[in-house]
């Protein structure tokens, strides 16, 4: 799909830092830096009582 570039804008990325949430834009540029290095993960859920 292809869009004319007046109909598009920028999205806004929020992440958790120390217990609250914040917009990456607001991050100076070393934490900025940091977060573009994070590895994303999926915990699987725990199986309660199998051993």
């Not at 914040?22 to 859920?45: D, I, L, W, Y």
């Amino acid at each position: 799909m292809q869009t004319a570039q007046p109909q598009r804008q920028r999205c806004e990325v929020w992440t958790r830092v120390m217990g609250y949430h914040r917009p990456v834009s607001a991050f100076n540029p070393g934490k900025q830096s940091e977060h573009k290095e994070r590895v994303h993960f999926t915990e699987t859920a725990a199986a309660a009582g199998r051993q």
